[in-house]
């Protein structure tokens, strides 16, 4: 039976870095792109989380914070007041 073991396919570690770096600032730059929305569709900046409380995973309630009040400012009752 044929089996794969770890490291038989050579990976040049700085190119994988490079990789993982280019995948991350592109994450980074959509987390704010979703902010800047928020703010520009009402959510108060004290609403608003940093982008490394989702990209790491440091202050997910203000996260959740923030989508329940883009929830609260895109809701029928709250545009027709």
Sequence with gaps: ????H??????????????VCRVGRSQMENIQLFLNFCESYGVQRTSLFQTVDLFEGRNLPQVLNCIQQLG??????????
């Design 1 to 4: 039976m044929l089996r794969i």
């Design 6 to 19: 770890a490291n038989t396919i050579p990976i040049q570690r700085e190119t994988y870095l490079v990789y």
């Design 72 to 81: 609260t400012e895109a809701s029928p009752s709250h545009c027709m007041s």
